[in-house]
């Protein structure tokens, strides 16, 4: 434990953290209304945190935990290149890059040091999926992807901005290299309004607090530390594992393993991933930075009423074998990775229940889904369209509740795109939003049933970059209770054909095309009445829809 806080000190901890957290989610707010793409400004698809000086973690928005997590290598990431001595007032740096820090090339961070006379005080940084950034497939997130070059413009840690304003040869490699630089260069500027939010009342809480802002963080970070340390505790030790499968990837139809082992002494927990599955050669793989998302969304629910900083993670050791699925070697295809760290998180999930469910305190699987769809394509007047939009899943239930229904869960935070900011925004009509009923496990708790979205190409033609999970696989049920249903996705063509989709797939469609998508139901818990209440297949599953119109004609 900490030595004991200086109550002068003390005194000023509650305020400082209310006060960092407000700073942090108004950052979120501020870059989300000032933002373009409809997958940041409407769904959520980005993150805003603060640091100090030497890249910890200060504070986090209550937003994305799949960006908020890998933001903390992205900042550690800049700061090996440019470190804090070389920064100077006004300088932005920007990264995408899997091995220097980032995830996925379409999530760019951008990170900001933060100055007040002249003295570096603390890091403000952001990051954001951009609609695109080039590649093989509008959208950047081609699901038949092979290496990492065929996914877009890769960037190392670089400065984008100055004093002066945007470096104008950066600004030009950026715009020439995605099919959309009105999007990408208007989303950097809600990067940019969120940074320098951020920064006056970072500046301006420093100055509140005083000389003793420094002390303060640090003393947060403890009050963290502590108080997770306290929490793994009170939980007997022992070690647990938890085993899932990620559908094949690329040529290999062969399951993804995904193994972790929790081995949990004392105030202390180690998270080892060893016996996943090596890299594969589809875009599966996720790069050491973004499967810190899923170890810091688990420790962060061990405590949660602990200060939202980097504490939490010092009881942490994070194993993750090189070469694998988990921590790829260049060149490795990542584009993929959500479905990987959210089954990550699952399984860390799976197995802490097991050390828990004695104390009824455990949850079922969520289902681990994130569909990601790419939707783009050209109007027969010529015009072209695209928007990316992610679909939820269900959630796991509990001892003590049923999983919720068509929720993003665990590491996923994003929200839907409304129907009506798609059919304004493409050559689309929504005929079906729905929960997909009965597709949530059974159990004396049942798991949240997953989501069922119909998609019609109104005019002209385009392709569909599908990234769905769990086609072959089901969500387990915990202390007795059943699995939910697997996902199925199907382009149900205008001529009647029915074709269906592979948990990634990249598949042309015209007008008078549907694509129907289900996604899958999350564990259920105990084992009352599992036999009663089967999952439907995929075929018959129920749903109740949303939208007033549910089958209008294509004109």
Known sequence: MSPPIDPAIALRMEPLRLALQGAADRMQAAMMRAAVSSIAREGGDCAAALFLPDGRLLAQARSLPLLLGSLIPAVAGVLARFPGTTMAPGDVYLLNDPWSGGTHLPDIALVHPVFDDGALIAIAATSLHHQDVGGMAPGSIPPDA?????????????????????????????????????????????????????????????????????????????????????????????????????????????????????HKQGGAVTVDFAGSAPQVRGPLNASAAAMLSAALFFMRTLAPQAPNNAGCLVPLTLRLPPGSVVNPDW?????????TVKLACNAILGAWAQATGTQGEGVAPHAGVATVLALSGTRTDGRRWMFTEIVASGAGASASAPGRAGVSTDVGNARNTPVEVIEAEAPIRVLQYAIRRGSGGAGAQAGGDGVRREYLLLDGEGWIAYRGERHRSQARGAQGGGPGASAVARLLLADGRVQPLAARSRVRWQAGDRLLIETAGGGGWGAADVAARVPSSPSSSSSTSFHPDPRPECP
């Open 146 to 262: 092979t290496e990492i070059h065929q996914e877009g413009l890769r960037l190392p840690p670089l400065r984008w901005r100055d004093a002066a304003g945007v470096l104008p040869d950066i600004d030009a490699i950026l715009a020439a290299n995605t099919r959309t630089p009105a999007n990408l260069r208007g989303d950097l500027d809600a990067q940019w309004t969120a940074l320098a939010q951020g920064a006056r009342e970072l500046r301006q809480i420093a100055r509140h607090t005083g000389e003793r802002f420094p002390a303060v963080c640090e003393a947060l970070l403890a009050q963290s530390a502590d108080m997770t340390r306290a929490a793994l505790a009170a939980v007997p030790d022992g070690e647990w594992h938890w085993h899932d499968a990620l559908d094949g990837a690329g040529d290999d139809a062969a399951p993804v393993a995904i193994a972790v082992r929790l």
């Open 331 to 339: 060149p490795a295809a990542v584009n993929a990775r959500t479905a």
